[in-house]
C-alpha cells in the first residue's frame, strides 16, 4: 500500500515514511520531498470573488488530492502491474462532514480508478477562499474540453434559451479551442479554465483515471457563483462512452475510462447530495450515440462549421495534437460523422482510414472493434453486453441497451466503409 497525504504546509509530517509521498495544498512547503498542488490558486479565486461554503471547498480540495496521489502512485509497481492499494490522508476545512461518506468514497473511487482506497479526512485542509461574492448571470455549468461532445452540449443549450457557465480543465492542445468554443456560443466573458497544477519530482502514472475529478471540483466550484437551487451541472457526453463497453473480453472495469460512467455518476451525486450541495448532475445524451448527437444538434450550420476543429483522440499529444485516426475515440468519432453525413468529416487523421495504419504496436483498437462486431453479429448484442448493464435501472436497461446497439452499428459502418468488414 502506498501512503499519500494532502494537506495544508503547516499540517504536512516532518519527515515522511519510506515510499509515502506528500502533497502541499495551494502554498509550497519548500521541501524537495513535497509536491504542491495548485499553488496560488486560493489567492487568486479569492481576488476574483470566489466564496463557496466550506462544504464546496472541501469538495474541491477532496478531488485535487484524489487527483495528485493517482498521479503520483505507479500502477506498474503493483503486484499486477495495474491494480493499487492507497492510503490517502486528505486535509480538509471541516473533516467531520466527510467522516459519514468515508466508506462512500472509497467504493466510488474503486469505480472510478479500478484501485483499493484508504481514506483518512483529517484537519488541515485551506479555508475557502472569502472574496466578496459576485454571482453572474449564468443559470447552469456545463463542461467544455473542446471536444465535440461538449461542443454540442453546448450548442444546444445555448439553442434552448439557456446561460450555461462553461468550465474548462485546462489542456495544452485544447485552451485555445475552448475559449473560442466559449465565445462562439456567448459565453466567453464567464468562461472558466482551471488546471489542478499538481507538480512533484520523480515519474507520473500515465493512465490518470482519477483526472476527472478535478474536472468536477471545477464545476462545483464554479455552481457556487450561480443564483437558485439546485444549480443542474451538465456532462455533455455520448451514451456509448459513458457506458464504454470492452471491446474485448480482457478491456474490463477499469482498463476502460470510467469518467462519466453512469455508475460512478450516480454516486457522485450521491456524494454531493450528502455533503449538502445543492448540484444536479445532468447526462443529457446517455441515450444517444454520437452520430445521434451530430445528427440531431439543434444549430447544424453553426455544428457544421466547428465539429471537425473538435478534439476526440486519445492520442492526440502522442500525434503532435493531430487525430491518429485509429484510437477507439477516433473511430467513434469517425463512425458519427459517417452517420451525420458523407463528406462532412475534413478533421485531420493520421491515418485517413484504417488500412492504412500500419500497425506495428501499441493496443490494436480496429481489430478490437472488429472483434466486437463480429461477436454481435455471431452470438447477438446481448451476448456482447453480457453483465455490461447489471449497474441500470430496470426501466432504463432497454434505453442503454438500444444506444449500445446503436453504436456498435456506427463502427462497423465504419469498419465497412474502410474495407476492413
Known amino acids: 500500500m502506498v501512503k499519500v497525504v494532502c494537506t495544508s504546509p503547516t499540517h504536512l509530517p516532518a519527515t515522511l515514511e519510506q515510499g509515502e509521498r506528500a502533497f502541499s495544498l495551494f502554498r509550497p512547503a519548500r521541501r524537495t520531498d513535497v509536491g504542491t498542488i495548485a499553488r496560488g490558486w486560493r489567492g487568486s479565486l479569492k481576488r476574483k470573488g470566489f466564496a463557496p461554503s466550506a462544504a464546496a471547498w472541501d469538495f474541491v480540495q477532496f478531488c485535487l488530492s484524489v487527483c495528485a496521489a493517482d498521479l503520483a502512485c505507479l500502477r506498474n509497481t503493483s503486484a499486477d502491474g495495474w491494480t493499487r492499494a492507497i492510503d490517502l490522508t486528505i486535509g480538509l476545512h471541516e473533516p467531520l462532514l466527510w467522516a459519514p461518506w468515508k466508506a ?101 502514472e500515465p493512465s490518470t483515471r482519477g483526472r476527472s475529478l478535478a474536472f468536477y471540483g471545477f464545476a462545483v466550484l464554479a455552481a457556487s457563483r450561480i443564483s437558485g437551487s439546485p444549480v443542474q451541472l451538465f456532462v455533455p457526453e455520448n451514451g456509448f462512452i459513458c457506458v464504454n463497453p470492452p471491446l474485448v473480453p480482457g478491456r474490463v472495469a477499469s482498463l476502460s475510462t470510467r469518467t462519466t460512467h453512469p455508475l460512478f455518476i450516480g454516486m457522485l451525486q450521491e456524494l454531493l447530495y450528502g455533503l449538502g450541495l445543492a ?63 458523407v463528406g462532412r468529416d475534413t478533421t485531420n487523421y493520421v491515418h485517413r482510414t484504417l488500412v492504412d495504419s500500419n500497425k506495428s504496436s501499441g493496443p490494436d483498437d480496429p481489430m478490437a472493434a472488429s472483434l466486437a462486431v463480429l461477436s454481435v453479429r455471431e452470438g447477438g448484442l446481448d451476448r456482447f453486453l453480457g453483465a455490461t448493464l447489471a449497474f441500470a435501472a430496470p426501466h432504463e436497461r432497454a434505453s442503454y441497451r438500444q444506444v449500445l446497439g446503436s453504436g456498435i452499428a456506427e463502427l462497423e459502418a465504419l469498419l465497412q466503409a474502410d474495407g476492413l468488414l
Open 279 to 341: 448540484i444536479k448532475i445532468e447526462l443529457p445524451y446517455r441515450f444517444k450515440t454520437k452520430g445521434e448527437m451530430l445528427r440531431e444538434c439543434a444549430d447544424q450550420n453553426l455544428l457544421s462549421a466547428l465539429a471537425a476543429d473538435s478534439t476526440s483522440c486519445g492520442r492526440f499529444r502522442t500525434y503532435n495534437r493531430t487525430h491518429c485516426g485509429r484510437c477507439v475515440p477516433c473511430m467513434i468519432r469517425k463512425g458519427a460523422f459517417l452517420a451525420w453525413g
Open 104 to 204: 462512500h468514497a472509497e467504493a466510488m473511487l474503486k469505480v472510478l480508478t479500478g484501485d483499493y482506497w484508504t481514506l483518512n479526512f483529517v484537519e488541515g485542509g485551506a479555508a475557502p477562499p472569502n472574496g466578496r461574492p459576485q454571482p453572474v448571470d449564468r443559470d447552469c455549468v456545463s463542461l467544455l474540453s473542446g471536444g465535440l461532445d461538449s461542443l454540442i452540449g453546448g450548442i444546444d443549450l445555448v439553442t434552448q434559451g439557456r446561460r450555461p457557465l462553461f468550465v474548462s480543465q485546462l489542456a495544452h492542445e485544447d485552451s485555445d479551442r475552448q475559449r473560442r468554443y466559449a465565445a462562439v456560443l456567448g459565453g466567453g466573458g464567464t468562461h472558466l479554465q482551471w488546471s489542478h497544477g499538481i507538480s512533484f519530482r520523480g515519474a507520473r
